[in-house]
């Protein structure tokens, strides 16, 4: 099992910008993928972006081309979300996810979650 973290979120003028990290421990060498994922209020879970721990292969949601950037360090066992342009409509509870399978911007593929950070755009 992995264990995943959160950090990074908090409140941001729309137009700006935001860095989320989530450190993962626990079996870091089963994580093929990690993803990133939001739920907004009354909204159901989206995907945001994902990468492939090995060769750094990205996806990102249609919303978030161009503004989000997924990146991970191997290292560290940590994977990070640059949020840039940040409007309104991306507030939400921000999750990070892992994968020892399949890497897809499907919610049935992430085994171990994060308790989320909450992300506040204001407009």
């Known amino acids: 099992q992995v264990q995943l973290v959160e950090s990074g979120g908090g409140l941001v003028q729309a137009g700006g910008s935001l860095r989320l990290s989530c450190a993962a421990s626990g079996r870091t060498d089963t994580i093929r993928g990690m993803g990133w994922f939001r739920q907004a209020p009354g909204k159901e879970r989206e995907f945001v972006a994902a990468i492939h721990w090995s060769g750094g292969y990205t996806y990102y949601g249609d919303s978030m081309k161009g503004r989000f950037t997924i990146s991970r360090d191997n290292a560290k066992n940590t994977v990070y979300l640059q949020m840039n342009s940040l409007k309104a409509e991306d507030t939400a509870i921000y999750f990070c996810?892992?994968?020892?399978?399949?890497?897809?911007?499907?919610?049935?593929?992430?085994?171990?979650w994060g308790q989320g950070t909450q992300v506040t755009v204001s407009s």
């Open positions: 996810s892992a994968t020892n399978g399949i890497v897809s911007s499907s919610l049935r593929s992430y085994a171990d």
